[in-house]
């Protein structure tokens, strides 16, 4: 029972990786504090949207077996 | 047929992406373009690396060009957006929207690119001039970790 994380910009330098699998959490905001503690990610999550399976989500949203997981920063396109 | 909104991982060609708007309906055109400046915040820039969520970026840049459509009176809008590595003066962005006149053609294009840059997953890496590099995420306070040095 895991979830796949993928991570960009300023959180995929502070993970070292783009991506990684994990056990599947209770919630996506649980899951951000573990992530943010193992990792030290500055940012907090009010920060940061929530995507779930390639669509934006609410961080409600419940956490599947297989899901793939982002935490998108705020943008800087344009 | 290209989509709307599209990621490009190289160069683009902006006579393609004119062409592919001209229409009978539209008499009036009108597009945007971003470029790499050499400067921002006060410090002087040598370059960008743009980032992107390709998958996401491609789906919220699409839902963009088809609420563009049901906003405004236009008759096609397009937009393309860089990744990778970009030096000074290269285009960034490209947006473009043929309209029956002129008003609608020009709002269009300012929403579609104000839209862009709040709402697509794309981060804008700066090579800084002094040396290192640093990640924008505009009112991520807490975010600031550059790879300085």
Redesign the interface.
Known sequence: MSVTV?Y???L???AGMASEIVDRPASLSQLYAQLRARHGF???PD??RV?VD???SGWDATVDDGAEI?F??????? | MAPDFRIADAPFDIGALRERLLSAQAGAFASFE?WVRDNNDGRAVTGLT????V???E??GGKIIDEARARFAIVDAACV?RVGRLELGDP??WVGVSAGHRDAAFAACRWI?DE??????????EHYAEGGAE???????????G?RG
């Open positions: 993928l960009f910009a300023s995929r330098d502070a500055a940012m907090a920060k940061l995507a390639g669509a934006f982002a998108i920063p705020p943008v800087s396109g344009g | 971003g743009y980032e992107a969520y998958a996401l970026a789906v919220e957006h960034a962005v690119i862009v840059k709040s709402r697509v997953p794309i981060w804008k890496h990640w924008l995420h505009p009112g991520g306070e807490g975010a600031g970790l790879d």
